[in-house]
């Protein structure tokens, strides 16, 4: 079986900056009992992704290109850039932002039940 991704725009997602394209490679309406999300997710220069908090789920953010910032909870605010995993374990808060002017930032999401 094929199937096609799914794109979506989203406009301050999750309370962040500027905008990012979505390409849903399950989709969003899928009957999955274990995965709620894997896409791939494009921030738009100095856009962002606003924190928020995963509940019985885990996240890991394997970041394709683009460089930008990740935090986890109150720890300070890392540096990302290709190759980079980040990992957003139960209960954790999260943030990513964008941090070039010209460039994107390519983040591929999967978000799980753990």
Sequence with gaps: MVTKTIHEHRDQMRGGKGSAEMYHVIPKDSSSDTVRLFSNIVLNPLSSIGRHQHV??????????????????????????????????????HTIENTSATEQLSIMALIYKK
Aim: net charge negative; charged share 25%; proline share 11%.
């Design 56 to 93: 019985g789920e885990t996240e890991p953010f394997y970041i394709i290109s683009g460089e930008g910032l990740f935090q986890v909870n109150d720890e300070p605010a890392v540096k990302i850039g290709p190759g980079d995993v980040c990992m957003i374990e139960p209960g954790d808060y």
